[in-house]
Each structure stands twice: as structure tokens, then as C-alpha cells.
């Protein structure tokens, strides 16, 4: 797996949990915690199928993730880039598509850009490390993406997602 990028040997910290919480995200696994620690309220994520700004966008992509697909499973992660503003890492994750069985592999780059509180702003999901698509087609695409999957999707108030709480 090679995006022409080397390979980080020695990662922060600080890079490390932000790695683990986007393998979380990616592996259909959302929570309200991850949100918190790792991102703000206004970033942006983006990919070929959406551009998501703000959190109402953002969490229905990756709640809608989990929707879509039975599996989410990681096969091969590297870091590429570890940095005080941008953290960087390649992935290869198998997806299965639920009731279809089908899974499609997708190798992509995932560049984080972060604030100086070390949150994310700008998560770019580069599929076989290409920018998404911004031309006069796409664009419009992938905001109506990100304007409709909230609508569809239901993403548990932080409240009843909190262990232990009693559903009243």
C-alpha cells in the first residue's frame, strides 16, 4: 500500500488517539465521545460522496455509515504525516454492504487538519488518494449528500448514548 508518502515511525500522542478515533469512525463505530474529544462543532468532512459541514452533517455520515453497512472492517493502516496542524495516515477498509452481502475494498488517504487545541477542522477522506470531485456535477452532489442523510439517519441523543442511562 503506497500513496508515495513514507511511513511515520514514531507517532504522537496526541496523533495517535486521533488516529484511533477516525479507525473507529471508519469501522462504523460513532460515538458522541469521539465527537467531543476529537472534533469541533463546526468542521468539515468531506469525501467523493459528501461534503458535511458542521456537526448535524457530519455526525449523519458517520451514523449513516453504520446504517449502511453489516462491516466495517480495517485491513491495513499507516501514518504518512504527524504534525501540529495536519495528521495524516493511509487506511485500507473492506466494506459489506448490508442485506446485498457485497463488499467493496477502499484504499484511501485520510488527511486530518487541526486546530491548535489539536481538534479536527477538516477531515478529507482521499479515495485511491485522489481529492474528491469539485467540478459543477459532483459539488452539488455531494452537498445535497450531506443535507440529506441527517434526515434519514438517527443519530442517538449524547444523553441516552451515555452508559448506564435509563431509558425513562
Known amino acids: 500500500m503506497s500513496n508515495g508518502e513514507g511511513y511515520v515511525e514514531n507517532v504522537s500522542p496526541r496523533a495517535t488517539q486521533l488516529i484511533q478515533d477516525s479507525i473507529d469512525l471508519f469501522s462504523a463505530k460513532p460515538s458522541h465521545e469521539i ?6 462543532p463546526d468542521s468539515v468532512f468531506e469525501d467523493p460522496l459528501c ?5 448535524r452533517q457530519y455526525k ?4 449513516g455509515l453504520a446504517a449502511a453497512f453489516s462491516k466495517c472492517d480495517l485491513k491495513a493502516w499507516h501514518v504518512t504525516k ?6 495524516n495516515y493511509v487506511q485500507r ?3 459489506t454492504f448490508k442485506g446485498l452481502g457485497w463488499t467493496k475494498e477502499i484504499i484511501s488517504t485520510i488527511s ?3 486546530n491548535k487545541d489539536g481538534k479536527v477542522i477538516h477531515m478529507q ?3 485511491d488518494h485522489q481529492d474528491p470531485p469539485a467540478n459543477f456535477i459532483a459539488w452539488p452532489l455531494r452537498r445535497l449528500n450531506a443535507l440529506a442523510v441527517p434526515l434519514f439517519v438517527t443519530i442517538p441523543s449524547a444523553d441516552k448514548a451515555k452508559p ?5
Not at 465527537?35 to 469541533?40: A, D, G, V
Not at 461534503?51 to 456537526?55: L, M, S
Open 60 to 63: 449523519g455520515q458517520w451514523w
Open 125 to 127: 477522506d482521499r479515495w
Open 93 to 95: 477498509v473492506a466494506y
Open 112 to 114: 486530518m487538519e487541526l
Open 82 to 87: 504527524d504534525e501540529p496542524t495536519q495528521v
Open 51 to 55: 461534503y458535511a459541514k458542521g456537526e
Open 164 to 168: 448506564g442511562h435509563a431509558d425513562l
Open 35 to 40: 465527537f467531543k474529544r476529537s472534533w469541533t
